[in-house]
């Protein structure tokens, strides 16, 4: 996948759900779920043990073409999670902050990511870069939508990924601006829900957030 093709995928996504997957054995559950509820990309954080094996479970899933999604590796905070990442089959990574030595790097082995940033001044860095999309995290508490509108003011043309306090609640707002390529947030994959098994419910989530934001 290349970076462009990463960024049309968020975009018809519309919600890039951000999970911490509690066990290997869930994740392809979830994956197919989300696909099932109309969102064809799956962000898997680094933060839980079973995480680099959970992202290898879905990638060989659609690798057998049991379901069709963008698996990502999410919280990447390192150049040394790199090479895990690309072995586990992530074809895509998302970044919490900005950092130049791990955009680079990721340019460097070719993966597509997302990095995060919380400033004008971070966007820049990244935009030296060629870096043209962003996360924004935690978009909440940052300001929100009204936070989102004012950076965007001066970098015409940068599209953003908010996450970190959003929800069926406010998604529509975020949805909007001009500036909002997709929104991140973990409301739609629960741990309760994951744990449980109740992947009816996250197929629910998952139409209900689409159909929110394109109402
Ligand atoms: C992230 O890493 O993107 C956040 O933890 C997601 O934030 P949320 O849980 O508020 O959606």
């Known amino acids: 996948m290349t970076q462009s093709e ?3 995928n968020l975009s018809t996504a519309v919600v890039v759900p951000v999970t911490s997957i509690p066990a290997k054995q869930a994740a392809l559950d979830v ?3 989300l696909a099932d509820g109309g969102i064809h990309v799956i962000e898997i954080t680094l933060r839980t043990d079973a995480a680099l094996s959970a ?4 990638a060989n899933g659609v690798a057998r073409g049991e379901v069709q999604t963008a698996v990502g590796a999410g919280s990447v905070t390192t150049v040394e999670q790199i ?3 690309r072995e586990s089959g992530a074809t895509f990574a998302v970044t919490p902050g900005f950092s130049e030595q791990v955009s680079n790097a990721m340019i460097e082995a070719d993966i597509p990511h997302i990095p995060g940033i919380a400033t004008v001044g971070e966007a820049m860095r990244g935009m030296a870069l060629g870096l043209r999309c962003f996360k924004v995290f935690p978009a909440g508490i940052l300001g929100g939508p009204a936070y989102l509108k004012a950076i965007s003011a001066p970098l015409p043309g940068i599209r953003f ?3 970190g306090g959003i929800n069926e609640g406010n998604l ?3 949805m909007a601006l001009d500036s909002v390529l997709a929104c991140g947030g973990s409301w739609i ?3 309760k829900l994951m744990k449980s098994g109740d992947y009816a419910k996250i197929t629910e989530l998952a139409r209900s957030a689409r159909a929110v934001s394109a109402a």
């Open 6 to 8: 990463l960024e049309y």
């Open 31 to 33: 994956a197919k779920a």
């Open 55 to 58: 992202i290898e479970a879905v």
């Open 83 to 85: 090479a895990s990442i």
């Open 161 to 163: 990924v908010p996450t």
């Open 172 to 174: 529509k707002e975020y």
């Open 189 to 191: 994959t629960p741990s």
